[in-house]
């Protein structure tokens, strides 16, 4: 039987704390078995580098706002795919954004999806629900 801490963890990058707050009670609410962490910002999400570096599991996927301050998502995006190693960590891009440059560019960068955030409590549990099904559950990981 797997544990949470046998489970890779999943980064979480959302600096909106409503966001935040609705994700991870969605998240809780489907009794997810994977380790929840959080970057609520670009520079906290880029420094998970040097920490997975030092042996810290790398991420069944990264769930990854757009619209961050300091280094917004898709510059996030764009540094993790140029990387050997974490180009190929899943990343869902999880944003209020519906901007088409957007999408467009998430998927230049390579994307592995792009999710709209819901509005409603229900539907975020919807898509939590798919999140770790898919993600964490069903997808191989080649690493």
């Known amino acids: 039987m797997n544990t949470a ?15 935040l707050d609705l994700t991870l009670r969605a998240f ?3 009794k997810f078995a994977n380790t929840i962490h959080v970057a609520r910002d670009g520079e906290e999400a880029l420094a ?3 920490r997975w570096e030092a ?11 757009i619209n961050l301050p300091r280094i917004n998502g898709l510059e996030v995006l764009q540094q993790l795919k140029a990387h050997p190693r974490y180009r190929r960590i899943p990343v ?3 944003t209020s954004s ?18 709209e955030k819901p509005v409603s409590f229900n539907k975020f549990i919807e898509v ?11 997808n191989e990981r080649p690493y």
């Open 92 to 94: 869902v891009v999880l």
């Open 55 to 65: 042996g810290e599991p790398l991420p069944a996927v990264i769930l990854l706002d």
């Open 5 to 19: 801490a046998s489970l890779p963890p999943i980064l979480l990058v959302e600096d909106n704390p409503m966001d």
């Open 98 to 115: 519906r901007e088409d440059r957007d999408l467009k560019a998430a998927y230049d960068l390579g994307v592995s999806s792009y999710i």
């Open 48 to 50: 998970w580098f040097p």
């Open 128 to 138: 939590a629900e798919h999140i770790e099904l898919y993600w964490c559950v069903l």
């Open 28 to 30: 809780n609410k489907k």
